[in-house]
Structure formats: C-alpha cells, structure tokens
C-alpha cells in the first residue's frame, strides 16, 4: 500500500511538472510570435496605396484604359490620341444635351487664351452656338501627331437645320498641348487629373473627293 501511495504522489508531481512546462512553452512561443509581428511590420511597412485614374472610351471606341496617376502620360501615345481625339469632339459637337458639361471640360483642358477665343466664338451672335434649330455632329476619321506636341485631327462635320441634314464636311484641328505638373493624393483629385491642356487651337477645311461629294447628296 505505502508504494502504490509513492507512486501515486510521483505520477501527480510529474503531471503537475509537465503542466507548468508546457504553460511556460506557451507564453514563450506566444511571445516568439508577437515579436516576429513586430519585426515584420518595422522592416515591411504596407505598401502606400497610389491612385490610378480611368479613361473611359468614346463611342467609335470599344476598350477601358487603366493608368496609374502622376505618370509620365507624355510618352503614352495611346492616351494622348485619346485625349486629342475626346478634346476636338466635345468642343465641336452641338446637340443642346450637354454642351454646358462639355465646354466645363473644355475650360479645364485649354489655356486661358484658348478658352478665351473659344468662349467669344460661344457668345458670338449669330453664330452656330447661338442658334438652337442648329446640331453639329462630330465623327473623328483620323488622329496623327505631327511634331512634338502637335496634334493634327481630321473629323467629319454634320450639320443638321430642324432636324434635316444641311451640311456634311471634312474639317482638320490642328493644336498644341502640354500636360502640367501636378500631384494627384486620394485627397486632392483635380478636375483635370491628367494635366493636358490645349494652348493653340486651329481649324481648317479639308478637301473633299468627288466619291464623297456623291455620298454627301445621298446623305442629304
């Protein structure tokens, strides 16, 4: 009986000894962790999250682009065919829907003397703007960049009179732009966000073959 009593006292102490031991390898190893947390967080700080801005196509366009703000867009010669090409349409499109909205993004993306000239030919009486019967289509044939920061852009022009085709002609706009330095936070999104801006503008009409004179009686 006094053994089985000695055993039984040894077998507690153990099961007592092996209790505190793996109570301490908890807090050990909980502390372990804690401490490579602390260091991965220190020497991998999270990355900073950056903006990206979205350029939605037009309506002769089928695709979405996708570009990380405050970049080097100068160099991009995809986003600025599309950014000449979105310029010339919204400033010579007429439809009495949206012109307000649109010659806000035109203010936006042209210099002060531009916009100037633009917003007197806007204001001008008599001019096309200025008569509501009067609707201008626009329909961009051709985008090329001729020169460093010179863009040349032939597009078609429908004008319509009380809803009956008056007019169609092949027009070019030929402008200078440059993108302005600016920094884009989540915080502060300008309106502008890429920085292009138009500092000369001009138009002029393009000569049309006999083939496209005949299509412009049909179309009429």
């Given at each position: 009986m006094g053994d089985r009593k000695i055993d039984k006292n040894w077998l507690?102490?153990?099961?007592?000894?092996?209790?505190?031991?793996?109570f301490v390898w908890i807090i050990v190893?909980?502390?372990t962790v804690i401490a490579l947390l602390i260091i991965i967080i220190f020497l991998f700080p999270l990355k900073e999250k950056?903006?990206?801005?979205?350029?939605f196509s037009q309506a002769d366009q089928n695709f979405v682009r996708v570009e990380k703000a405050n970049g080097d867009y100068k160099s991009?010669?995809?986003?600025?065919?599309?950014?000449?090409?979105?310029?010339v349409q919204k400033r010579e499109t007429i439809n009495r829907i949206?012109?307000?909205?649109r010659y806000e993004d035109i203010r936006l993306q042209s210099s002060s003397e531009v916009w100037g000239q633009f917003e007197k030919l806007v204001r001008q009486k008599g001019s096309v703007y200025q008569n509501n019967s009067i609707k201008r289509n626009i329909e961009v044939v051709n985008v090329s960049l001729v020169a460093k920061n010179i863009?040349?852009?032939d597009f078609i022009a429908r004008v319509y009179y009380a809803g009956?085709?008056?007019?169609?002609?092949r027009r070019r706009a030929t402008l200078a732009y440059v993108f302005d330095d600016q920094e884009i936070t989540f915080n502060n999104i300008p309106k502008n966000p890429t920085g292009f801006k138009v500092i000369g503008y001009e138009i002029t009409e393009v000569y049309i073959p006999q083939d496209d004179n005949k299509n412009q009686k049909d179309e009429k």
């Open positions: 507690f102490k153990l099961e007592n000894n092996i209790r505190r031991l793996m190893l909980s502390i950056e903006p990206y801005l979205v350029f991009q010669r995809a986003l600025i065919y599309s950014l000449v090409a979105a310029y949206d012109d307000i909205p863009a040349q852009i009956s085709l008056q007019s169609v002609k």
